[in-house]
């Protein structure tokens, strides 16, 4: 009965967020009502003492992160850089490669520390054209956009300063350069497994006579934009913010040590010595300060074009991160309330009979993650409430840490792209799709996301390389 408790809720939270319902209303309300079901009298309690403390503490650590790459992606649009970086591939990369086009604007973009919900929208309208004038089906754009934006460059490259490479950070007392050679390995399966793919699927349409399709509102040509910024101007604080967040990581340690005191004597109105422990945070201090930087680049070399904008999209971009920020965070509260159900530990226990550690976690990880349909969110929730089990085991099989924040970081990024995922829905709505029409292609990236990280796994265990 416990158990069918902890997979109610779970299913709830799932049909809730696929039929459009707010996360963040609805995970207190599944975990509270599996909490009511195992013990009424803790509902209060829990809400106050398990929930709310996760879900506070989750937006402690990482609304910064949420903030400043929001803010530094829209940036990145108003003054014009991804437009001109889009023009650019186009021209050099050439027209009759119109996948590979895509996937390595998007994959630029989202490597750079642009939001991928901002990526597709920016990168959809000389998508749309770049296919109509090579004559490819439409219905083909959303698996490119995705194998681009929510694949290798979301979790797999080393330095990403997306999210999704940041969470595993805390937990592991790693950074987001973990394990380099198996990242590097794992994104160039998926970059020419997901490109032999859509260009597969592309030639079959072709080869059938399927054209570009109907044409709409959305679909008209995008005029040649003039007075673009320089393609190298644009594509300087991308650059900018994978070094510096490089250079950070390294450099932040021997600037602060493990930990850092702040006490009465240099800050008087402090009551006691504050120590913050800066290892478990080295990760996010080196995103932080990078994106910080590349968004002062951005002011700096276009602020003539985003002066008149800044404001209000500054205002929309505040209100992006806030809201991806607190449905992540509320999640992560309905992990920690469903960890310390007794029905969680039939669910934990289930686990553990998977022997090998990274399998387990890559198990664990992406199946939260498709439940939810979340990257992150099933990340937070599966850390939240194994992390420890997942390190006991890593030390007991001798793996280390950088290769379990590999591999879990990869897994929150494969079976999380179902139906009811968020981007998969934003990214149908811009492009004026359907489930339909175009979900097939974006399955099959999923297919090749999750298959990666076996890879990974069978890779780091016949060679050895972190």
Known sequence: MSFLIVLAALVFLMLAA???YSVILFAPVAALGAVLLTDPGAVAPVFSGIFMEKMVGFVKLYFPVFLLGAVFGKLIELSGFSESIVVA??????????????????????????????????????AAELYRQSNIPKRLMPGAIALGA??????SLPGTPQIQNIIPTTFFKTTGWAAPWLGVIGSLFIIVVGLSFLEWRRRSAMAAGEGYGATGAKDAAHAASTGLPHPLLSVAPLILVGVANFILTKQIPGWYGDSYALTMEALPGLHAVVTVPVKTVIGIWAVEGALLLGILLVVATAFGRIRTTFADGTKAAVGGALLAAMNTASEYGFGGVIASLPGFLVVSDALRSVPNPLVNAAVSVSSLAGITGSASGGMS?????MADTFIKGAQAANIPLEVLHRVVAMASGGMDTLPHNGAVITLLAVTGLTHRESYKEIFAITLIKTTAVFFVIAVYYLTGLV
């Open 18 to 20: 696929y039929r459009g």
């Open 150 to 155: 929510f694949s290798f460059t979301m979790d």
């Open 89 to 126: 591939a186009i021209k050099y990369i050439g027209r009759s490669r119109a996948n590979a086009v895509i996937v390595a604007v998007c994959a630029l973009l989202t490597y750079g520390g642009v939001s991928l919900f901002v990526v597709v929208f920016a990168v959809y309208p000389f």
């Open 381 to 385: 929730i599966a850390l939240a409430a």
